[in-house]
C-alpha cells in the first residue's frame, strides 16, 4: 500500500482555517463526506468519538485523526495544512498545523492497521514535516506526502 492510493490530489487543503480541534474534525469531515458521498453526520461523529478516547497527534505539529466507518469500502484520507496552528490535546503541547485525516473500513481486517501505520511512518519520515510546512501549494504538499519511498520511522 502506498498513500497514492489512500490520498488524491483534490483532497489535499492549503490554508484551512479552524479556531478550534471540534470545528475542525468536523470541517474535514465535511470535505471528506463530499468526496465520499456521505454527510457530514455520517463522519464527524466517528472522529469525534475517536478523538475523545485520546489525541490523535503524533507530536512536531501534526495530527492523524482516524476512525473506522461502517459506510466506507476502502480506507480514505485527506490531507490539510492549517492557515494557524491550533490546540489540539498534543502528546508534546505543540500546537497542530498539519492533519492526516484518515477514515477506515469498519470491518476489521490488517488494512486498518496498514494504513494507519503507513500514514504514521511517513509522517515521521526525516524531515517530512517540514517539507510539508515549506511545500506552495496543495500540489507540493501531494507531492512531499507520496514521494517518501522509506517506510523506516526516524524523528522529523
Known amino acids: 500500500m502506498k498513500i497514492s492510493n489512500l490520498l488524491s490530489p483534490s483532497d489535499v487543503f492549503v490554508d484551512v ?3 478550534n480541534k471540534q ?8 470535505k471528506a463526506g463530499n468526496s465520499l458521498g456521505l ?4 463522519v464527524a461523529p466517528y472522529l469525534l468519538k475517536r478523538e475523545a478516547l485520546g489525541s490523535t497527534s503524533i507530536g512536531y505539529g501534526a495530527a492523524i485523526p482516524h ?22 490535546d498534543a502528546i508534546d503541547d505543540q500546537a497542530v498545523d498539519l492533519v492526516f485525516l484518515l477514515l477506515l473500513p ?15 511512518r511517513t509522517m515521521r519520515l526525516n524531515g517530512v514535516i517540514d517539507r510539508l510546512r515549506r511545500a506552495r501549494d496543495a500540489s507540493g504538499i501531494y507531492s512531499v506526502v507520496t514521494a517518501t519511498s522509506s517506510p523506516r520511522s526516524q524523528e522529523p
Open 17 to 19: 482555517p479552524a479556531s
Open 23 to 30: 470545528l475542525l474534525l468536523q470541517e474535514l469531515a465535511s
Open 39 to 42: 454527510g457530514v453526520d455520517r
Open 67 to 88: 476512525a473506522l466507518l461502517p459506510d466506507v469500502q476502502l480506507p480514505f484520507a485527506l490531507m490539510a495544512r492549517l492557515k494557524q496552528p491550533i490546540q489540539f
Open 106 to 120: 469498519a470491518k476489521v481486517d490488517n488494512t486498518q492497521f496498514s494504513a494507519l501505520a503507513l500514514v504514521s
